[in-house]
Each structure stands twice: as C-alpha cells, then as structure tokens.
C-alpha cells in the first residue's frame, strides 16, 4: 500500500492550518507542487541538482519539499540562525542552483545563487509566486527526490548528509518515511500533527511531510510558545507531534497548564536531547501513556521505545528499529558487553555519505558497516539502548570519566532551576573540574549558588558535584531545543591552548 499526497482523492479535505489560521487543502498543495516541479525544471535543474531552502514555517515549505521530491532533486534546508558567512558556506558546498527564502531572511544571502526566489516583495529576488503558475498536471517523467540536512557543525564544518536517489516514482520512497510514523502506533488518515519546531530541523520536516502522505492534518506553528501549543491542542483536537525535551520542560513550568484540555493527545514523539527522567515521568503523569522516544541523527537511527517499555526501563531510548542494528565499540574497535560503556555505532539498511567529504564519511564508519556520530553508551541484558553523553562533552577529571547528561538530569529537578548545562572547565590538578551553568526560574538569584550547591551535594556524587555554579538570562538554545553548549565552554578555555 502507498501512502503519498498525490494519491489522496479527497483534494477539498483540509492538509494543514497555517499559523494565522488560514486553510490549505490537499489539492491546492498538489498543484502547487506540480507546479513548482515544473517551473524549477524550466529553470534548467538537472536530476541530482540542489535547492536551498531558508524559509519560517508555512504552507510553501511542503508545496517546495513535494515539488521537489517527486523531480529527483535536493532540498537543502538552511537553518535561519546561521550568519551570512555560514549561509555561503552551505550553498557553496551544496552547488545550490536555486534559493528560496522568506522575506525576513533574504539578507543572509548574497549573489552567489543565480536564482532567487522570496515569498515577499524583495529586491534583487524573483517571488515565490512565480514558481505557482501554469499547468497544475503533473510533471513528466516523475522521479524520486530527496533531502540532505547540513550536520550542526560543533566540530570542523558543517557536512551534507546525501543519500542516493534511487531512480523510482517518488510514492515508494515518501510511502517508506511514512510509515515509520506507523512504528509510534499512528494510523493513515485519523491524526491531526501539531508542527511547532522549525522546518529546517531534519526530523520536524520528515516527520511532518510522512504525516501528510499519511492523510494526517497539520497545525503549524510559526514560533512554539508554551501557551501557544496548548491552545492549539485544545482547539484542532492535536494526536501527535515531534517534540523536544526543553518543550516539556517549559510545558511544566507554565502555570496555568492544567487549565487546557489535552485530552486528544495520541502519540506525543520526542527525540533530539536527553530527557532526564523526571521530566520524562511528569509528562506521562500529565499526558498519560502517549510520550514516545526514538533515537537518531542526521545520519540515520535509531531506537524506539512506548510509553509502557519506558516505565519498565526508565532512562532508556528503546530498542533498535526493525530496519536498524545497534552495537556498543570501545575505542580499540571492540564490541562490548552488557551494560559497558562505549560508543554507539548504528547500522541501517539504506547507508549515506557525508557530501564532498570521504575522510570524515570513513572516519564515521566502522569496518562492519556501522556508524557513529560520536555518542557514549550501553546496551542492558534486555537489548535496551541507554544514552550516556556525547564522547565529545564527557568531562574528564582526574582520570575519572563524568558524563554531564547524568548531573543535568539532576539539577534540573531543583524548583528553581529552569534550564541548565553542565560541562568541563580547565583544572591545574584535576585535569578539569564540573562547572554548572543555570538559566533560573522567575525570582531574585541572590545566595542561590550557595543552595544548589549544597543540595546537589545531597543528589550527586562528590566527584561529579559541581565546583561552582553560573548563572545566565537564557540558555543559548535553538527552537529546536539544541544546546550551543560550545557558546558558553569556550570562553573557559580560549586562553589555555588545550584541546577541548
């Protein structure tokens, strides 16, 4: 069975919501992808060729990515938080022939790209209208597409991840994206999505485009705020979202939650970040059994695990996918046992390669065909995945191996602590020591260090205790709940000359 929005034959039902409240059908999607399709293959685009796309959430973002997908070429979305610099990176490397933007971010663009396309009146780029005109059939000679993410680039320069373009109709590919929502427990035609991350996050625009192939309806957001989900949840009657774990934290911190009627909630899927496990247990309490977690990358995944496997094994990611392998290495190449730490190596059925960049693409594999994207880890008795840290954020203190996640997972428990971030910082005789970083709740910070101090001394390990806590206004985090930890590491370190 396919599962493909060109398939859908009920064009007047409504495929998503805007943020204004504006309706879009499935039909006036079809068209202006087929629309699209065929005025981007005017412009010249050969199979294989790269669109970039930089763009707040809307309804043009999937006309673009199902133009795209069914002529055989490449999204590239570009995430609107990088600078110009970085922006001309990606198109460089991508050899992007076009550019579509929405109005606010035509500036992080320069000449480079011959054509450029904004959803507003912009000088110097050609409107996005223009490429909604013509014949709505179709195009000829319809072939897969396909999207390649940039990695966030926390060590060296961001890297495509490409996967090949198989040449096939685009419905067997869109239909295998789709049915991995199947794997949560969510059906063809019942779910109403909620889309309140930004759409240049790898798994928010997978996640969303499978759910209308899937026959779902979306609710799309243009900026997430607490408050703003809740009165959508309420108001469309949401069943599931892809979520991170900072959402769940500012979800319990908001005072009048329990006021809002969550009752339709089916399949809440979160993934991206840990999630300490408090959170973790006070988000079922309040949703019930409909918190879902997986496991990926950019690269691929993963593990899953239900909401009633979770309870059996707190802490854990789940087991791997049907389609998908897990093993523990140690740094010697190594497989592990039972609950040994190590690193996490995934494979899967379909491989990728990082673009332009054969090294780095070697250096992530193994020579049994597996990958890492540089995770700590263990797997327990039962097959389960149980995430440590990031090798590349594990302190170091000692001689002693501390994994920041674990203490995170603690402080964030304090009732003042809103947000934290836990990392190494330079000791003369330690090597490194734990240092603390905390955004607080609303309230004076005045003698608080001192109390958080003293009561982690009461939850944690002395050795993994923090030395000394900081505290900011904000957490340097994207919409997408991703932690700039470097951002507020560095400067400890910018005068030692010592690898970090």
Known sequence: MEFAIWNNPNRDAVALWEHDGNAVTVGEL??????????????????????????????????????ISQIGLYLIPVNWHLTPNEVAYILSDSEAKVVVCSPELAPLFGPEVSHRFCTGEVAGFA??????????????????????????????????????????????IVTAYAMFLLMFGMEPGTGVQLVGSPLYHTAVLYFSSSALHL???????????????????????????????????RLLNEPTRLDYDVSSLRHMVHGAAPCPTSVKLDMLEWWGDTVYEYYAATEGGGTMVTPAEWRAHPGTVGKPWQTAEIKIFDDAGTELGPDEVGTVYIKMAQGFAYHKDKEKTAKAHNTEGFFTVGDAGYLDADGYLYLCDRKADMIISGGVNIYPAEIEAVLITHPRVLDVAVFGI?????????????????????????????????????????KSIDFVAEMPRDPNGKLAKRKLRDPYWADTGRQI
């Open 426 to 466: 330079p000791d003369d005789d330690w090597g490194e020591q734990v240092k603390a970083v905390i955004e607080l709740t609303a309230g004076d910070e005045d003698g608080l260090g001192d109390v958080i101090l003293g009561w982690a001394r009461e939850n944690i390990a002395k050795y993994k205790c923090p």
């Open 215 to 249: 026959g779902h309806q979306l609710v799309v957001m243009d900026k997430w705020t607490p408050l703003g989900m809740l009165e959508r949840i309420q108001t469309y009657g949401v069943t599931n979202s892809h979520m991170v774990p900072t959402q769940f934290s």
């Open 30 to 67: 079809v068209d202006q992808s087929n629309q699209i399709a065929r005025n981007l293959r005017a412009l010249g685009l050969q199979h294989g060729d790269a669109v970039a796309m930089c763009m707040k959430n809307s309804a043009d973002v999937y006309a673009l990515n199902f133009a």
């Open 127 to 172: 409107h996005f209208d223009t490429l909604k005109a013509g014949t709505t059939e179709p195009p000829e000679g319809r072939t897969a597409g396909g999207i390649m993410n940039y990695t966030s680039g926390t060590t060296g320069k961001p890297k495509g991840v490409r996967r090949p373009l198989p040449p096939v109709p685009p419905e067997p």
